[in-house]
């Protein structure tokens, strides 16, 4: 039962285009969300995140978009560079005091030069 | 400034053998918390410890795991008698007290059972 899909295993963008990564979620307890990107052999490295009280959060190229009645959020890369190809994982995190990640299954991006 | 430090990067072990993993945490932090990546999947919640207790192990198999995280020292997880099925990544994170959404992980020990 996964309460945090990304339903695109993968993506190949342009380089200098826009990257829109995708995720759905479940459960409407979760109230923090947050986007990792993984390179191969490395761990998972914080990119941005928002609050479920608000509905967009940009940080230089990366823009967050969270649409609660819908369940769902996406990643906005602009411009795209080849150095952004890895996996990039959405998680969300549950009101409350609970601190456990729950993770989609990621999506590898390919951004060609 | 070190990160959250894993060791071994890499371990194999053969079937019905004890494997231990060790992370040392941010220096301050004093939440861990373990996760289980297997292949072509997303990370998977194991257990979240503070210093000397276990907060939530909601995410960890009943049998042959365990995790501690001593007054001093890293933290360890031990995968006791070894299966096939156990190998996977398994990555730990920590955060400072009170700020859960700020977890940083290390790079990781991947698990070869053979």
């Known amino acids: 039962d996964q309460q945090v899909k990304q339903n695109s295993p993968s993506l190949s963008v342009q380089e200098g285009r826009i990257s829109i990564l995708n995720c759905d979620y479940t459960?409407?307890?979760?109230?923090?969300f947050l986007w990792y990107k993984k390179y191969p052999a490395e761990g998972p490295t914080f990119l941005i995140s928002?609050?479920?009280?608000?509905d967009k959060n940009e940080d230089g190229r990366f823009t967050v978009f969270l649409n609660k009645s819908a369940k769902h959020l996406s990643l906005h890369i602009v411009p795209s560079q080849p150095g952004d190809s890895a996996v990039y994982f959405c998680?969300?995190?549950?009101?409350?005091?609970?601190?456990?990640?729950?993770f989609g299954s990621g999506t590898q991006l390919t951004v060609l030069p | 400034n070190a990160g959250v430090m894993q060791n071994p990067r890499h371990l194999v072990r053969r079937r019905g053998q004890e494997a231990r993993l060790r992370c040392s945490p941010v220096?301050?932090?004093?939440?861990v918390y373990w996760y289980r990546q297997l292949p072509e999947e997303g990370l998977k919640f194991m257990v979240y410890?503070?210093?000397?207790?276990?907060?939530?192990e909601s995410g960890m198999p009943k049998e042959r795991f365990s995790a501690e995280f001593p007054k001093e020292g890293p933290s360890i997880l031990r995968i006791q008698q070894v299966v096939r099925g156990d190998s996977a990544a398994y990555f730990c994170?920590?955060?400072?007290?009170?700020?859960?959404?700020?977890?940083?992980f290390g790079q990781g020990t991947r698990l070869t059972v053979v």
């Open positions: 928002i609050s479920s009280i608000k």
């Open positions: 998680a969300a995190l549950l009101s409350g005091s609970a601190r456990q990640l729950t």
């Open positions: 220096k301050g932090h004093s939440h």
């Open positions: 459960n409407s307890m979760f109230d923090y």
């Open positions: 994170a920590s955060s400072p007290p009170n700020r859960g959404t700020e977890a940083f």
């Open positions: 410890l503070q210093k000397e207790n276990i907060i939530d």
